[in-house]
C-alpha cells in the first residue's frame, strides 16, 4: 500500500510536469479513458473522456498561455481500495497569458484515481478555488 500512495503522488507530479513542460499527451494521459475533469467552478466546464480533456488543455489553457507552472502540495490520499483511491491535492499555480497578463490560482483538487494497465491514473478530478484568484476571468 506505500508503494501506491507513492505512486499516487508521482501521479500529480507527472501531470503538473508534463502540463508545464507543454507534453499535452503526456499531461492528458494522466487521465483514464473515461476520466472526468470538472473545471465548472473556474467557468471552464465539465471534460468527461481523456479525449474532451486533451482538447480543453490544448485549445484553451495552452492556448491562451506562454508559461505555467503548478506547485503541489498538501497532498492527503483518504482512501486506497484495490485499483481504487480518493485523495486531494493543493495547487498555487502561476501563468503568464499569451497577451502578456498574468494569473495566479490557488486551486484543491478532490480526485478519485483508478490503476488502468498497472499505472495510477486520474477517474475523475474536480478543481475549487482555496483562495481568490488573481487575474483568473471569474
Known sequence: MSDDRA????????????????????SAGCWTEDGILDETEGGFGLFEGRDAIRTFFRDTLMANSTHVVHVMFNHLITRIDGDHAEGSVHCLTEIIKTDGGYARAHVK???RYARAGGEWKFAARVVTSAFPAQGMPN
Open 7 to 26: 505512486e499516487i503522488q508521482d501521479l500529480n507530479s507527472r501531470y503538473a510536469i508534463a502540463f508545464d513542460e507543454r507534453r499535452l499527451d503526456e
Open 109 to 111: 483538487y478532490d480526485d
